[in-house]
């Protein structure tokens, strides 16, 4: 998948939620900052173990879950 190494799943940690590096830090808790306008500076300052590439990789991450799949239906 895109070759994200920073972002792990471990269901004993946040019950399997895609998580930065094994820590408690949700990948949709970083996206929601973003998405809310957080500058990443001031992500970075209130997550002192967070680094800039975990927040591209879970940008990254987000776009690969929302790429739009499309399958025809078909009529009975």
Known sequence: MLG???VTFNPSIMGGQ???RG???PV???VNLVANSK???EI???YPDLE???IRQSLLYAA???QERVYPFKSA
Do not use: G, H, N, Q
Request: glycine share 0%.
């Open 52 to 54: 800039p590439e975990d």
């Open 64 to 66: 690969w879950l929302t």
């Open 4 to 6: 994200l190494d920073r």
């Open 28 to 30: 949709s808790l970083v």
């Open 23 to 25: 820590m408690r830090i």
């Open 18 to 20: 895609a998580c930065i």
């Open 39 to 41: 500058p990443v500076a």
């Open 44 to 46: 970075l300052e209130e």
